[in-house]
């Protein structure tokens, strides 16, 4: 059982920075793939990033990639999410998730684990 609990979300003016964290619960955290989704309202829910287990292999959705780091802390339970030069279009609710594949993956359905979610309003 992993719980996940988003911080770090807020109100920054576009081409502005924010830095999502994620901390997990649980021994095992090492041992899962983590993500970075996100979803505005009327919209479905989108892939923005994922991490391996290790760390040595991240994926970027496209619309993000170049401006949006993922990284984790093993020792200390938390995976991040940097976001640099943010856009208005990149206003959503940021979710981390935990899959039992450790390499991660771009499908939400392959995640076991959600946090609730932070809000990120980029405005213009």
């Known amino acids: 059982q992993v719980q996940l609990l988003e911080s770090g979300g807020g109100l920054v003016q576009a081409g502005g920075s924010l830095r999502l964290s994620c901390a997990a619960s649980?021994?095992?955290?090492?041992?899962?793939?983590m993500g970075w989704f996100r979803q505005a309202p009327g919209k479905e829910r989108e892939f923005v990033a994922r991490?391996?287990?290790?760390?040595?292999?991240?994926y970027y959705a496209y619309s993000v990639k170049g401006r949006f780091t993922i990284s984790r802390d093993n020792a200390k339970n938390t995976v991040y999410l940097q976001m640099n030069s943010l856009k208005p279009e990149d206003t959503a609710v940021y979710y981390c998730?935990?899959?039992?594949?450790?390499?991660?993956?771009?499908?939400?359905?392959?995640?076991?684990?959600w946090g609730q979610g932070t809000q990120v309003t980029v405005s213009s």
């Open positions: 998730a935990a899959t039992g594949s450790g390499g991660g993956s771009r499908y939400y359905t392959e995640y076991d684990y």
């Open positions: 649980g021994r095992t955290f090492s041992r899962y793939g």
């Open positions: 991490i391996s287990w290790s760390g040595i292999s991240t």
